[in-house]
């Protein structure tokens, strides 16, 4: 799915996302058999979810949706959407980059992480049809971040002990000054 045309019939919902450390971002994902509307139609919910935030990478495993896609869009301009449905890393790169991430279920943390400096992925698109995609930068960091939710992992999980701990009790008080 490319760009973020919708049609003026298409309802696109917001949908909430999980927050860490709810224990449901640590379920991992199944494989999507049924390429059908309701698919593409949770994909729009995704992406119209991702671009709302803001952000720039959404895994279904971050809405409660415990299936294997994935949508990203990179793009200065917000066109250039990618659904990644089954995606598999099929090549990665020795070479590492270090990376400042951050994570719409993580509000507000950001932390660097290393990850292979490039990645070839092999995925299929809302209607089933295989590709293959050769990502680096941004890119690449993003799908391996969005890749790990399916996996039940958050990038926090890469963080010392100490710094998870800080993390949960910052994450803790400001959810207790929201509800004050």
């Keep these: 799915m490319s ?3 919708f049609a003026e019939s298409d309802a696109v919902a917001l949908l909430p996302i999980l927050e860490y450390p709810d224990p449901r971002l640590n379920k991992v994902a199944q494989p999507v058999t049924q390429f059908d509307a309701a698919l593409r139609s949770l994909a729009a919910d995704m992406a119209e979810t991702m671009y709302a935030a803001p952000g720039v990478g959404l895994a279904a495993t971050q809405v409660d949706r415990h299936i294997r896609m994935i949508v990203i869009d990179v793009s200065e301009t917000k066109d250039q959407l990618i659904t990644f449905i089954n995606p598999q890393i099929v090549w990665a790169a020795d070479e590492k980059a270090l990376c400042e991430e951050g994570c719409l279920s993580v509000p507000g943390i950001y932390d660097e992480v290393e990850r292979p400096a490039r990645v070839r992925v092999a ?4 209607d089933g049809r295989p590709f ?3 990502c680096e930068g941004l890119l690449a960091v993003c799908i391996q971040h969005e890749m790990d939710h399916l996996n039940g992992k958050v990038f926090v999980e890469y963080l010392s002990a100490l710094k998870q701990d800080r993390i949960r ?4 008080k400001r959810k207790a000054r ?3």
């Design 3 to 5: 760009g973020r045309v």
């Design 123 to 126: 995925a299929q698109d809302v």
């Design 132 to 134: 293959e995609r050769e």
């Design 169 to 172: 009790t910052k994450l803790k």
């Design 178 to 180: 929201e509800a004050a």
